[in-house]
């Protein structure tokens, strides 16, 4: 079963008209709109956050490495 053809999307769409109505209609998509909008920028603020995080992780790392190579220097 692939994609539908022209005549089912014709269907589909007639379908949707008589569910929801004209005026309905650019009301629905108007909302779907804004909620891909939220929805991407929801991502992308997490990416940061989560890049940001990954960064302070391994400087903590570099400074205990290197706190730990100081304390080897005072033993010797």
Known sequence: MGMPGGM??????????????????PE??????SGIKNFKKAVKE??????????????????SSTDAKKEENKTV
Not at 9 to 21: D, E, S
Not at 49 to 56: F, L, N, S
């Open 46 to 63: 997490d990416d940061e956050t989560i890049a940001e995080d990954k960064k302070e992780e391994i400087e903590k790392k570099a400074e």
């Open 28 to 33: 629905l998509a108007k909302g779907l709109g």
């Open 8 to 25: 089912e999307w014709v269907l589909i769409a007639l379908v949707i008209l008589l569910l929801f109505g004209g005026k309905k209609i």
